[in-house]
């Protein structure tokens, strides 16, 4: 590592909410796009059986059975990391809010 100019620090236990960038800024804004992209494909599941059923939600709500399977889910799941990836690429503050949280942009600054 020395020919890298590098030098190698181990992260003690318990302390990477304290330590790691991208854990303080990038993980949960990546975690919260999934969620609400599977949120809102799912939504449209529901809104699909309302149509079906004449608008009788109940019935709707209680037939509703997306399809899980791997097979479907796989390029959806896809198509939902590359907006992710995306929306991280655009908005870079979320990714420089996490070395100064930590400490470590200030430090690299001095």
Known sequence: MSKCCSEVEYV????????????LSVNKVFKDCLKNS????????VAKAIKKFD??????????????RLSTLRPI???????SISYLNTT???VCRGWEETGIFGALQA
């Open 38 to 45: 599977f949120t809102n494909w799912y939504g449209d599941c």
């Open 12 to 23: 003690p236990a318990n302390c990477t909410s304290e330590l790691q960038p991208l854990y």
């Open 92 to 94: 870079p503050s979320i």
């Open 77 to 83: 799941h896809a198509r939902w990391l590359i907006d």
């Open 55 to 68: 608008d009788d939600v109940e019935s709707a709500v209680a037939a509703v059975r997306p399809d899980l």
